[in-house]
């Protein structure tokens, strides 16, 4: 999902009181400012600081901005000015270099893109943006602290999966089983040859009792078996046996 910020810068005086603001929602706003400085150092500050404050973030971040001196210097200008050294054509200094230098390292490895809006024009994010900013630097002109705004957070993680239903339950049903054998049933583990005793020997007289653990459809299933066959269900599952 792409996420869309505005990002815009105020001054008192220019130079003077300044302030500079993102905006993406009501949740997630910062602002700030300076006692002292530019309108173009508050719009570019706005751009760092929405930049640092949304690192690690994998959705394409769309960033909106009223100021054509923010777009042109970062989109257009700022690769012939790192090739002459932060040099302008003319040769002077490139102005403001600390925060663009921020704004190109912020950059690198990120899926933005610069969107220009017309300030002042009804655009909900500029607007709120704008807004923000202006409060930031009228709290320097007053000595205040402005309103920070909640920051940055990441869309909330997915609900996890639901646990799997849990298995039927099965019913344990113990039915009378008459051996058949005097001796007593062999353990899993006895040789083959033991096996073969007592097969000769005359029928047991009493019997033992065999546990076996049915689910409710196997339960059914055997007792329509018993039904068919006219016989009760214990005597079904001794057939079975």
Same mark, same amino acid.
């Given at each position: 999902?792409?996420?869309?910020?505005?990002?815009?810068?105020?001054?008192?005086?220019?130079?003077?009181?300044?302030?500079?603001?993102?905006?993406?929602?009501?949740?997630?706003?910062?602002?700030?400012?300076?006692?002292?400085?530019?309108?173009?150092?508050?719009?570019?500050?706005?751009?760092?600081?929405?930049?640092?404050?949304?690192?690690?973030?994998?959705?394409?971040?769309?960033?909106?901005?009223?100021?054509?001196?923010?777009?042109?210097?970062?989109?257009?200008?700022?690769?012939?000015?790192?090739?002459?050294?932060?040099?302008?054509?003319?040769?002077?200094?490139?102005?403001?270099?600390?925060?663009?230098?921020?704004?190109?390292?912020?950059?690198?490895?990120?899926?933005?893109?610069?969107?220009?809006?017309?300030?002042?024009?009804?655009?909900? *994010?500029?607007?709120?943006?704008?807004?923000?900013?202006?409060?930031?630097?009228?709290?320097?002109?007053?000595?205040?602290?402005?309103?920070?705004?909640?920051?940055?957070?990441?869309?909330?993680?997915?609900?996890?999966?639901?646990?799997?239903?849990?298995?039927?339950?099965?019913?344990?049903?113990?039915?009378?089983?008459?051996?058949?054998?005097?001796?007593?049933?062999?353990?899993?583990?006895?040789?083959?040859?033991?096996?073969?005793?007592?097969?000769?020997?005359?029928?047991?007289?009493?019997?033992?009792?065999?546990?076996?653990?049915?689910?409710?459809?196997?339960?059914?299933?055997?007792?329509?078996?018993?039904?068919?066959?006219?016989?009760? *269900?214990?005597?079904? *599952?001794?057939?079975?046996?």
């Amino acid at each position: 999902m792409t996420i869309t910020a505005a990002a815009d810068g105020s001054a008192l005086g220019n130079p003077g009181p300044n302030g500079w603001a993102w905006y993406i929602d009501d949740k997630r706003w910062a602002a700030g400012g300076s006692p002292h400085g530019t309108n173009n150092q508050g719009e570019l500050r706005a751009v760092l600081e929405l930049l640092q404050a949304t690192t690690g973030i994998d959705e394409p971040l769309v960033i909106e901005c009223d100021s054509r001196y923010v777009i042109d210097s970062v989109t257009k200008w700022m690769p012939g000015w790192k090739r002459r050294g932060w040099r302008k054509s003319d040769g002077g200094p490139v102005l403001n270099r600390d925060l663009l230098e921020g704004i190109d390292e912020a950059l690198r490895g990120r899926d933005v893109s610069f969107t220009w809006v017309k300030g002042h024009a009804g655009h909900p *994010l500029n607007e709120a943006a704008d807004a923000r900013a202006n409060a930031a630097a009228t709290a320097y002109q007053k000595k205040q602290e402005p309103e920070r705004g909640p920051g940055f957070t990441a869309a909330p993680a997915p609900a996890p999966a639901p646990e799997p239903p849990a298995p039927a339950r099965r019913e344990a049903v113990a039915l009378p089983v008459v051996a058949s054998s005097a001796v007593p049933a062999p353990a899993l583990w006895a040789e083959a040859s033991d096996l073969l005793d007592g097969l000769d020997a005359p029928a047991a007289t009493t019997g033992i009792a065999l546990t076996v653990a049915l689910s409710p459809a196997e339960h059914a299933r055997l007792r329509d078996r018993a039904d068919a066959q006219g016989i009760s *269900l214990e005597e079904a *599952l001794r057939r079975l046996i």
